[in-house]
């Protein structure tokens, strides 16, 4: 784990450019806040929130994420409104989205297969770290391709 | 017999005192056996005793006789403890040395005497002392009525009001356990919601152990905000269930001076997953230094969790953006008011200080067809599964149970519905 953190640490030293940019909208703030906190620990991440989810679009725009992820229950615009909104948005509609929510539970996405919602990832609510970068690995991946 | 001497006497006394003529004696028969006749088929039993020959009757008529079971033979000059339990006996003996001794009318107006054959019988009596100005013999008359019937019919009546009494606890009762069944009904409704907002803190808590795992940093600056927020959520997530617990705890009305502000608010955490969803902005104002009502607070946040689950729906099916008011004003009437839309009786004075729990909501509002209807138990526009019709029903009774009333109506000015909660605070004597 030590060794680890190490490791993150050097790559970020010399890669500070290729840090994954991660946008994060929810309107838990308590929630961002940890989890930016613990995905920049290492410098692997650069994260930004979005607490506000009818300005969710410009800070895409203007942070231009390599993913986002988006809560599904939130005021006013929810995850589904936004998702579709970033679809239809040209500069956006190739960003991977991965959705949270706290609706599904741990029961119904087994830890290692990860549900797919409208050709979209869903994790529950709480997450593990571990799998969060898991799964934001893979999506990146897959866009790589 | 002795009884025709008393009747004799009386007659003969006033006769007296009138010119008696020559054809008198022929007519005084005549009239003594119309006289007979006539007490004999007197409607009520009439007797009469010889206070100065220790009380024995000395009339007894034919209603008497069957009053008591007890033919006139066997009862003239007899005393009261020769043909009576030794109780009723002394009873009668007391009662009459007292109107001797008063010397009026008096009314005993309810007394039982022991018929020959056992059974009881209620009469109610007047007993009049009169003095035989002939013999000089102090006389008493008595005069009962037979209200038997009467007695068992109050009897009989206050055992119907009894059971109704019971009746009605029985529906108290049942009608609480409507209530708590249909309040199981809102949990079930609200517990994805519950869920939903348990969750929520568990991610953050997950979130903030995750960082601390991984290795501390004594001077990590993040560390207090991390806790602080970790803190925050185990309260928000401990709140929540807590509330769902205390709500779903079956228990008697009890009512104690709650202050309104903090229990609204505690309607408003445990309905914020409804409220997030439908995107529904809230606001709730409270007047200053409001009066604390006495109020069984989880039975009135039912009332409260039901009028805004409604709302909810009514403004999902419509169109104007989702808004919901809550406002808590009071003021001392110093008129009663007339509210249209109320159909109970008025349960405000003059002089009370009065609470007002408005709603509002931007819905589709109520047809005024349904705004006739909407308080019935099982009245419902909503799909199976969605609605059970219960909710406003069992929304009343509490408020019923609470002295308060409640009225919905549409909005004037704006689409959507107004619920008003009216509950009286607590009179201050003095
Ligand atoms: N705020 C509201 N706006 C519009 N209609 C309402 C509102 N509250 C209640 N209603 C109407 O009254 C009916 C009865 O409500 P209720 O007794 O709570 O039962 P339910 O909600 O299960 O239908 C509802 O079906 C709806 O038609
Ligand atoms: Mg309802």
Redesign the pocket.
């Known amino acids: 784990m030590f060794d680890n953190v190490l490791t993150y640490q050097r790559y970020s030293e010399n890669t500070i450019q290729m840090a994954t940019k991660v946008l994060a909208i929810d309107d838990e703030s308590g929630f961002t806040r940890l989890l930016k906190l613990n995905l920049e620990k290492n410098g692997e991440y650069e994260v930004r929130v979005e607490n506000d989810s009818s300005l969710a679009q410009t800070a895409a725009r203007e942070f231009k994420p390599d993913v986002i992820l988006l809560d599904l229950v939130m005021p006013g615009l929810d995850g589904g409104d936004v998702s579709a909104l970033f679809q239809g948005d040209p500069l956006l509609k190739d960003i991977p989205i991965i959705m949270l929510t706290a609706l599904v539970s741990q029961g119904e996405t087994s830890e290692d297969a990860v549900a797919i919602a409208g050709g979209r990832p869903v994790l529950p609510k709480p997450v593990k770290m571990e799998t969060l970068t898991a799964c934001i690995h893979e999506v990146l991946d897959a866009a790589a391709e | 017999m002795g009884h025709a001497n008393g009747i004799k006497t009386q007659k003969i006394s006033r006769g007296k005192k009138k010119k008696p003529s020559p054809s008198s004696r022929p007519r005084k028969k005549a009239s003594l056996s119309y006289l007979q006749s006539v007490i004999d088929n007197l409607p009520v039993a009439l007797f009469a005793k010889d206070v100065t020959d220790d009380f024995r009757f000395i009339l007894w008529n034919k209603k008497q006789e069957s009053i008591t079971t007890l033919p006139r033979e066997k009862a003239l000059g007899k005393r009261d403890h020769e043909i009576f339990s030794a109780e009723s006996a002394d009873y009668f003996r007391e009662v009459d040395e007292a109107v001797v001794k008063r010397g009026k009318i008096a009314e005993i107006p309810e007394e039982i005497i022991d018929t020959e054959e056992g059974g009881e019988v209620y009469l109610r009596t007047v007993k009049v002392p009169i003095q035989d100005s002939e013999t000089g013999h102090s006389l008493l008359i008595g005069i009962s009525e037979d209200i038997t019937d009467r007695v068992k019919a109050r009897e009989q009546l206050e055992r119907l009001n009894q059971n109704l009494s019971e009746k009605n606890r029985e529906l108290e009762s049942t009608q609480l356990q409507l209530i708590q069944a249909e309040k199981l009904e809102s949990i079930g409704r609200l517990a994805a919601g519950v869920a939903h907002e348990v969750k929520n803190p568990l991610a953050l808590l997950l979130m903030g152990v995750e960082y601390i795992s991984s290795g501390i940093d004594p001077d990590d600056p993040n560390l207090e905000v991390i806790l602080s927020e970790m803190n925050e959520a185990i309260e928000r997530a401990d709140q929540i269930v807590r509330g769902l617990v205390d709500f779903s705890s079956d228990r008697q009305l009890t009512r104690e001076e709650t202050d309104l502000q903090p229990l609204i608010e505690h309607v408003l955490l445990m309905t914020r997953h409804e409220l997030t969803r439908g995107s529904v902005k809230v606001s709730a104002k409270f007047q200053k230094d409001l009066p604390k009502p006495l109020l069984d607070s989880r039975k009135f946040e039912q009332v409260l969790i039901?009028l805004i689950?409604?709302?909810i729906?009514?403004m999902a099916e419509s169109d104007n953006a989702s808004e919901l008011s809550i406002k808590v004003t009071s003021k001392t009437l110093d008129k009663v008011e007339l509210n249209e839309g109320a159909r109970t009786a008025r349960r405000f004075r003059k002089g009370d200080t009065v609470i007002y729990i408005d709603v509002k909501?931007t819905?589709?509002?109520?047809s005024k067809k349904?705004l006739e209807k909407?308080f019935d138990p099982f009245?419902?526009?909503?799909a199976t599964g969605h609605?059970?019709?219960?909710?406003?029903?069992v929304v009343r009774k509490i408020v019923e149970l609470h002295d308060g009333e409640i009225s919905?109506r549409n909005r004037l000015i704006t689409e959507g519905?107004h619920?008003r909660i009216t509950l009286v605070a607590p009179r201050r004597d003095g």
Not at chain 2, 363 to 366: A, D, L, P, Q, S
């Open positions: 039901n689950l409604n709302a729906h009514a909501d819905g589709t509002g109520i349904n909407i009245f419902t526009t909503k609605g059970t019709g219960l909710g406003l029903s919905i519905a619920a």
